[in-house]
């Protein structure tokens, strides 16, 4: 690994020198396809040095294209992001670590999982990223639109990661580029390269030292609070290790919109530091950090097929059809024939709340409390309209009216609206949850 102690002061002077950075084009649209123009004919590029023109600069990057190149296959792609001070040759070698910490040790994690990634390091200016006016994200949009067309790249499987300045110019992609990028992960982070947008949900992963002396925690807190929002994820306080306990604890916020979850990663040991190593304050590629973003961004691996919606059906004893809602807020639930879909797909939190779509929660429309109050659906707030008691007698009752969700006038067919209704003991207030068959 690079050593990283005679770096420090350097990043400090530059995080003073930073001011908010602004212009940088608002992202684009998602791809429509996965596969790009370099699919199916002979790679224009291949692993070493490159120079492309961006912003009126020759700027610079390494690649690294897998053995056995295959251009009918569509490839991974990640970018590496060098810190203040480094360069692009010390993300793409390893360091003194070599191989092992190539690319933040996800290269070697990548090579024994079958050769599926692309790894891109570019240089940044003076060895930073300080992105005046968003050069540094046109010369991102620049690298992917070189990379896209000379080989074979799957455009919903783009990522980005990067230590300290490099963490920053990250979260400056998430920011600016969310619907280019599928994920995230910023080692040591701070909003040095500016955030031009950080409303549109990307998956993103914080990983942070409570030792930081550099760039302390409270900034990779700040950068993390950001996708939260975001992500619709529900905020909290995630347990971080106690002082002197030389351990970390990754978190995975609950709550965030289906394909945006949010991790944070908390260490206690080694300082400013992307590669910590549990039981000591030192350093090295054996560190538990390269496999959690690598679990983190492959989970997203799109060979794979989707994982079966989560959460159960709840089903009307008298219809027989399952409460259904589409995920526009203020749409009244109704009954429709039960399908394993996510409109149909409930979970009961331990708040209280019947959540689905991930952030969406079942709510008593104008926080009403008479008969006929519509049931909707409304992005949870933790309002106690959105809190609901599951009761053995298989009613649902509200916690804030106390009246029973029922089929309006003891109909069964589809489409039929559910409301707010004095319990009567009735089969239309009555509902089994059940997992879809």
């Not at 990522?159 to 599928?182: D, K, P, Q």
């Not at 030389?246 to 979850?261: D, E, M, N, Q």
């Amino acid at each position: 690994m690079s050593k990283w102690s005679s770096l420090f002061g350097a990043v400090a002077v530059a995080a003073a020198l930073i001011l908010t950075m602004g212009g940088a084009a608002q992202a684009g649209d998602v791809h429509p396809a996965a596969a790009t123009a370099g699919c199916g004919k002979a790679p224009t590029l291949a692993s070493g040095t490159h120079t492309i023109q961006s912003s009126g600069q020759n700027r610079s990057y390494i690649l690294r294209v897998p053995a056995n190149y295959d251009n009918n296959h569509t490839y991974r792609l990640i970018f590496g992001f060098h810190w203040v001070g480094g360069t692009a040759n010390d993300v793409d070698s390893g360091g003194t670590d070599g191989y092992n910490w190539s690319y933040y040790g996800l290269r070697r994690l990548a090579d024994s999982a079958g050769n599926g990634t692309i790894f891109v390091a570019p240089q940044g200016n003076n060895n930073g990223w300080a992105n005046p006016g968003g050069q540094d994200v046109t010369f991102v949009d620049d690298m992917v639109r070189q990379l896209e067309g000379g080989l074979c790249v799957d455009t919903t499987q783009l990522f980005s990661t990067g230590f300290s300045y490099g963490g920053a110019m990250t979260y400056a992609l998430a920011c600016a580029r969310a619907t280019v990028f599928r994920a995230v992960a910023v080692y040591s982070g701070a909003n040095l390269s500016g955030c031009n947008g950080g409303t549109q949900p990307i998956a993103y992963m914080g990983l942070h030292g409570l030792r930081d002396n550099v760039l302390p925690i409270s900034n990779g807190r700040a950068l993390r609070d950001t996708f939260v929002r975001a992500n619709g994820c529900t905020p909290q306080n995630p347990p971080e290790p106690a002082q002197g306990s030389l351990t970390h604890i990754v978190t995975a916020y609950s709550g965030c919109k289906s394909g945006y979850p949010v991790e944070w990663a908390a260490f206690d040991g080694a300082g400013h530091d992307p590669g910590p190593i549990d039981g000591c304050t030192c350093d090295g590629w054996h560190t538990w950090t390269s496999g959690e973003v690598w679990k983190f961004f492959t989970q997203f691996d799109s060979s794979q097929p989707p994982p079966p919606p989560a959460g159960k059906q709840a089903v009307g004893t008298q219809s027989g059809r399952c409460l259904d809602v589409s995920s526009s807020n203020g749409t009244q639930a109704q009954l429709a024939d039960c399908a394993n879909q996510s409109s149909q797909l409930w979970t009961v939190t331990s708040g209280g709340q019947l959540t689905a779509y991930g952030n969406k929660c079942l709510d008593a429309s104008g926080r009403g409390t008479a008969n006929g109050t519509q049931v909707i659906i409304w992005d949870c707030n933790g309002q106690t309209n959105q809190q609901w008691t599951v009761n053995t007698n298989g009613t649902i009752t509200g916690v804030q009216s106390g009246l029973c969700v029922e089929a309006t006038g003891q109909g069964t067919a589809n489409g039929t609206k559910i409301q707010l209704w004095s319990c009567s003991g009735q089969a239309n207030q009555q509902w089994s949850l059940r997992n879809p068959a």
